[in-house]
């Protein structure tokens, strides 16, 4: 019984281990091609579970989904002869995983490698033929759609992939190049703030004459409306004035002259040196002689 049991086992044993060298299973983001004594003899493995014969035969997997090649940052030089330093992507996948395989031996560094020496001798040809104003916004998505477009027939039949997409994530200018781009904006606009404040100035001071313009032309007309108004007044009083003395000239002239009294003496320091008999201490005199009397 103990024997049988481990006849059982070496079997199932046996049966695992060949059916590991004999089966592989394809995912459905992967694709495959099978080898034998390394020449290709079933190319494009569509995902699902496969046979194959051990030893003989070897079976390469790669990923068939949509990969991103990153490259670095290149300098390259417009219509113009002006610099401008790229920073680009590629997005691209196994079209035909024979012809991948045969070109990179299955390895995605060596595909990324060709191709972006691709990119890069595509971009610098685009770049070559067109402004800086075209590069940056004019034509940029034409350039990108004709350089995928181009790139996407070599890539397909040098590497087996097709080209997914191209984009260019950013465009800049070399640091000597945008020091002195810089450094003419800074001078520029300084130049447009002293225009600016040069302006401002000139029309400080012009409203400063008109205010005082304004100022002057407003105090004379008050100037004059006073002196006006003075001289009316005045005129007034005299009709006044002269209409009570024609009633009783003697009240008026008393009334004066206690007027010129009130005015003379309000102050408490006032002093004057007159003659007893002056004009002036007429009423005064007359109210003390009745008094006397």
């Known amino acids: 019984m103990k024997g049988l049991s481990l006849s059982i086992l070496f079997v199932l044993l046996l049966g695992v281990l060949i059916g590991s060298q004999t089966l592989f299973v394809v995912n459905e983001t992967e694709r495959a091609v099978v080898l034998k004594f390394g020449e290709i003899v079933q190319d494009d493995v569509k995902p699902g579970i496969h046979f194959k014969l051990p030893i003989m035969n070897e079976v390469k997997v790669f990923d068939a989904r949509i990969l991103t090649m990153d490259s670095r940052p290149q300098r390259y030089l417009t219509l113009e002869k002006k610099a401008v330093v790229v920073d680009s992507y590629v997005k691209w996948k196994i079209d035909s995983v024979s012809k991948f395989y045969q070109a990179t031996s299955g390895d995605e560094i060596v595909a990324n490698r060709v191709l972006s020496s691709r990119v890069d001798t595509g971009l610098r040809n685009k770049f070559g033929e067109r402004t800086m104003h075209e590069v940056v916004s004019g034509e940029r998505d034409q350039l990108m759609t004709e350089l995928r477009d181009d ?48 302006k401002g100035l ?18 004379a007309e008050a100037q004059r409306d006073a002196e006006m108004i003075r001289g009316d007044g005045d005129a007034n009083a005299a009709a006044i004035y002269s209409n009570v003395y024609t009633q009783d000239p003697e009240f008026y002239e008393f009334y004066r002259s206690l007027q010129a009294y009130r005015a003379s003496f309000s102050g408490s320091n006032d002093l004057f040196v007159l003659e007893p008999d002056s004009e002036f201490f007429k009423y005064l005199n007359s109210s003390t002689s009745r008094g006397a009397n």
């Open 202 to 219: 000139e029309l400080a001071e012009g409203i400063r004459a008109d205010a005082d313009r304004q100022q002057v032309v407003l105090e």
């Open 151 to 198: 790139l996407n027939l070599v890539a397909q039949n040098e590497l087996g992939i097709s080209i997914v997409d191209i984009r260019v994530k950013r465009i800049d200018l070399p640091p000597d190049v945008s020091e002195s781009v810089y450094s003419r904006m800074r001078t520029e606009r300084e130049r447009e703030a002293r225009e600016h404040r040069s």
